[in-house]
């Protein structure tokens, strides 16, 4: 695997290899001194064209883990206010020989189109309302260290999927995984042809009984202005998940940030169903596990800032 | 009057000899002979029985078609304002290259050809540098603005061949009443790009299943078709004259067949690569598969083709649009619309159309010429004592888009990579040679 860039492109095997990998570094997470050597000497670029806390600083912090150099560069402030292309501008960034490259942006197949462009490993940390791959692989460790094996088991997505790469990638890994996947929102937030990914639509809570595991999606107070929904006093009637509405069998589940009071209760947020800190703390070792994966495996020679093969498999033997 | 204008071009004195001869219009499908003196149909005679004068160029034939040369309805030629994308030289080379002896401009420019001024530069420029006559189109409102008309008689007068806002729909009902109404004066097709933009928003591509899942923001077909059934009604209310351009949707096919039996005075048009290509191929998101309307369902495509083939479309325009490279290599969704089509529209559709046996060649002859009657132009005709308008077209010849470069000045064209049948040797535009393909080696007798 040389590119992370959507969870279409994994297969089973390549996910649970990952959260194999994941959870090798969740123990060295449990030590003293949480910091491995196996990337010392390789650089890893944050490229960051929209506002991110906690996926870029866990990037960052994913990467010093790993004894790697960071450069975090943000489009705001940068030669991208200028008037730089998306091109010249990873022109710019390659020039300094990167391993890899997590690149967020609001474009659709922005990480696929750098990756075109440079032989340096791509890692899409969210394009557009394309895909979020590692936010997937993380809800997916998070769940399976809580539920066990997600064969069979039934996972509703709640909320605006229409403008979410959350939902598209998490679709796509928990039916991957044997799930079966439900997305539920209001009509207007729900894309058409969505069933093609392998879901099943709903528009209303009513059999929101059947499901193992509720993943509540960020309604954006934009949404209103829109015309989505005509007020959010609506939506949260129709779709908040509250005390009311998450049964004892449950657990709940949320990308953050959580909009208290609309899409989540208070009180279920804070309750030990919700796995809310839980993601947030997969969320490092799982783009640990991501970055060895790309950097620290075998390579296949493409260019670029391309290790040669002998250091990689040297780094990846101090493991 | 006349309205088609190029650069003069020394008439040709031509034999081609043995070629198969297809223009349905003419009842022509046979092979035989085709002299062309001083630019003009002389003789259709039999294999190797006609005699040439003694300055002719003999060009053989055998084994090759000749065709009535093509007519494309709607081009991109950026001039004036864009001349980095294109200008009148390359777009009449490209569209040579493409075996037509004719093509029409949209007045989508920088400025926008809204005034005789404009036009009269226009037409002046295709004196000096058009390969192939070009006609033009002007706008329907100043700056495309969709708040009043443009002046439409004085814009006839400079040669307009009709009106068009191409490139956005005219969202007020309102005032495209007034244009029909004022069209009983002026005359000209009123063209219509269909598009209503309250449904299209932001979005960038087909929506479907391919935009749901690549997370791109969809184009429902409901856009177009209930702009297409609005200004069907609008025309057939005020008895004016419309064309429907580049449609792609199935529901649009409909709203134009039931226009047709109705009586209302409507044409429509569609593109090679909305009939040859659909939204499953934009998966990879190739910027130069985003164009508007966009790409849409295998259902769709099948609607189109079967239009075709019937003449509820009545004639195939290829909406060439030429773009610069910065315009394309960015994300999808900041990419511009459009692609190039001039060089490729017969062979794409000859690939994927003909040999599969969906549409026969004498068909797509047609359609491809089709153009020139639905903007009032002269009709390339193989027939003795008409101007020659003709292109010779090697059918087994296969070659690959892109390959050997383009004509055109920018490169954005959807076929580009594929392997494509049938290629234009030779293309005669208002009796000179326009285009003589690179590897094609003539003698003169």
Redesign the interface.
């Known amino acids: 695997m040389n590119n992370l860039l959507s969870i279409e492109q994994l297969d089973r095997d390549q996910i649970e290899r990952l959260m194999a990998q994941a959870a090798r570094f969740a123990e060295v997470s449990d030590r003293e001194i949480k910091k491995v050597p196996t990337l010392r000497g390789r650089l890893v670029v944050n490229l960051f064209y929209e506002a991110s806390t906690r996926t870029r600083s866990s990037f960052e912090l994913a990467a010093k883990r790993l004894s790697a150099d960071v450069l975090n560069f943000a489009a705001s402030g940068s030669s991208v206010d200028k008037g730089e292309s998306l091109k010249d501008t990873i022109a710019t960034l390659a020039s300094y020989e990167p391993d890899a490259l997590v690149i967020r942006s609001p474009r659709v197949g922005a990480a696929a189109l750098v990756a075109s462009w440079t032989g340096v490993s791509v890692i899409n940390a969210g394009d557009g309302t394309h895909e979020h791959p590692t936010q997937a692989l993380l809800d997916v460790f998070t769940l399976t260290r809580r539920i066990g094996r997600l064969d069979g088991r039934s996972i509703w997505i709640v909320g605006d999927v229409l403008h979410s790469r959350v939902a598209r990638s998490n679709i796509l890994a928990f039916t991957k995984l044997g799930a079966r996947v439900t997305v539920c929102g209001p009509p207007t937030l729900i894309p058409p042809g969505i069933e093609a990914l392998g879901c099943d639509v709903r528009y209303d809570l009513s059999e929101l009984g059947q499901a193992d595991v509720i993943y509540a999606l960020r309604m954006q107070n934009e949404r209103m202005h829109e015309d989505y929904v005509p007020s959010l006093h609506e939506y949260v009637s129709c779709y908040q998940i509250n005390a009311g509405r998450l049964a004892a069998h449950q657990v709940l589940m949320h990308p953050g940030p959580v909009n208290r009071g609309v899409e989540l209760s208070s009180d279920v947020a804070d309750s030990p169903q919700a796995l809310i800190t839980a993601q947030v703390q997969a969320g490092v070792v799982v783009r640990m596990a991501v970055l060895y994966e790309l950097l620290a495996g075998p390579r296949v020679t493409g260019g670029g800032g391309a290790p040669v093969a002998g250091a990689a498999s040297a780094s990846a033997q101090l493991a | 009057m006349r309205r088609l204008y190029s650069a003069p071009t020394p008439p040709a004195t031509l034999l081609i000899t043995g070629a198969r001869l297809v223009d349905p219009r003419s009842g022509v499908d046979r092979r035989g002979d085709l002299l062309i003196n001083a630019g003009v149909i002389a003789e259709i005679g039999e294999p190797g029985l006609l005699s040439a004068p003694a300055d002719a160029e003999r060009v053989d034939g055998t084994g090759r078609h000749v065709f009535a040369a093509f007519v494309d309805p709607h081009v991109h030629l950026r001039v004036p304002g864009q001349e980095h994308k294109e200008d009148l030289h390359t777009a009449t080379r490209a569209a040579a290259a493409g075996g037509y002896c004719a093509v029409v401009g949209m007045p989508n420019t920088a400025p926008v050809v809204d005034s005789t001024a404009v036009l009269g530069s226009l037409r002046d420029a295709a004196l000096r540098e058009a390969r192939v006559p070009v006609g033009f189109m002007a706008a329907i409102s100043p700056g495309l603005d969709g708040r009043g008309l443009t002046e439409m008689v004085e814009l006839r007068e400079a040669g307009a061949l009709g009106f068009t806002d191409d490139g956005r729909p005219v969202v007020s009902a309102g005032l495209l009443r007034r244009a029909f109404q004022y069209q009983r004066l002026c005359g000209g097709v009123i063209a219509l790009h269909e598009e209503d933009p309250t449904l299209s928003g932001a979005g960038a591509m087909h ?12 184009i ?1 077909s409901v856009s177009e078709s209930t702009m297409v059934a609005r200004d069907a009604a609008l025309a057939g209310h005020e008895g004016g004259r419309v064309h429907m351009q580049h449609l792609s949707a199935i529901e649009s096919v409909r709203a134009v067949e039931a226009a047709k039996a109705a009586g209302v005075r409507i044409t429509a048009e569609a593109s090679p690569h909305h009939l040859t290509l659909i939204d499953e191929d934009v998966r990879g ?1 190739d910027t130069r598969l985003k164009m508007n309307p966009p790409l849409r369902a295998e259902t769709d495509r099948k609607a189109l083709i079967e239009a075709v083939r019937s003449g509820v479309i009545d004639c195939i325009a290829t909406d060439h649009a030429p773009h610069a490279r ?1 315009d394309k ?6 990419a511009a619309m459009g692609t190039t089509g001039l060089e490729t529209a017969f062979a794409a559709l000859y690939t994927n159309l003909v040999i599969p046996g969906l549409l026969e060649l004498g068909t797509l002859v047609e359609r491809l010429t089709a153009g020139a009657g639905v903007l009032d132009l002269p009709m390339p005709l193989i027939a003795v004592g008409e101007p020659a308008n003709v292109c010779l077209v090697d059918l087994e010849a296969t070659w690959q888009v892109g390959e050997a470069g383009y004509e055109s000045r920018s490169e954005n064209c959807c076929f580009a990579g594929r392997q494509l049948r049938g290629r234009v040797l030779m293309t005669v535009a208002a009796g000179g040679v326009a285009y003589r393909e690179r590897a094609f080696a003539i003698g003169v007798a």
Request: cysteine-free; hydrophobic content about 50%; aromatic content about 4%.
């Open positions: 929506e479907g299943a391919v935009s749901a899942l690549l997370g791109v923001a969809g429902p998101l910065e290599d960015v994300p999808f969704e900041e």
